[in-house]
């Protein structure tokens, strides 16, 4: 089975404090004034129009971009099982594709895997041959109440809750560096040059 585009959303997350970035909204990760957030949605474009941008800070420029944005309904910061949570609540779709906003090398084969399966699941997760890649995930919108019993529970491991469903785990391990991401601004250095041809050859 494949999902069709009206019945799938799909959702940046960039909720995070950011912290091994200085503070700085991870979101905006940009070079030479091109931001990463953008070329994912663009990317995500051929597959949905139902994208939307988890954040809590920058409203503003994110709008300023044309992008829809979801605010965590929990305070706080609780990390990407809030921004998944939200997500749930607010979409009109069947099934939610999630993915964080500091991976730029994410493309079209990461939409193509998750969106096409034959097992039946609760959730799908991304895994590099080494192990899951928990952001990269295509989740049922009928999972919202096990994820709100969880996380009424205090729990924020992600892993732990993909363990209390029926998980299928999607293999990339053929191109796992896709799931490479951007976590300071030495990192961001390093594959400055990478990411501007990915961006441009876009």
């Known amino acids: ?74 305070d706080d910061f609780q990390g990407p099982l809030a921004g998944i949570y939200t997500s749930l609540l607010n979409m009109k779709t069947d099934y939610l594709l999630t993915l964080p906003c500091d991976g730029p090398f994410i493309n079209e084969e990461y939409f193509k895997r998750m969106i096409n399966f034959k097992n039946q699941f609760d959730i799908r997760s991304a895994h590099d041959g080494f192990r899951i890649q928990p952001v990269h995930a295509l989740i049922k919108k009928n999972m919202l109440n096990s994820l709100k019993n969880y996380l009424d529970q205090g729990n924020r491991k992600i892993d732990k809750w993909y363990n209390e469903c029926e998980l299928d785990e999607v293999c990339f391990a053929d191109i796992k560096d896709i799931f490479i991401n951007i976590n300071n601004p030495e990192e961001l250095l390093k594959y400055k040059k990478r990411i501007k041809e990915i961006i441009n050859n876009e």
């Open 1 to 74: 089975m494949v999902i069709n585009q009206e019945n799938l959303t799909v959702v940046i997350l960039a909720g995070g404090r950011s912290q091994r970035m200085s503070g700085k909204d991870k979101g905006l990760l940009n070079i030479d004034n091109n931001y990463i957030i953008k070329f994912l949605y663009k990317i995500a474009l051929k597959y949905t129009n139902n994208i939307f941008i988890n954040a809590n800070r920058n409203m503003d420029i994110y709008s300023d971009m044309g992008l829809t944005v979801w605010k965590d309904c929990l």
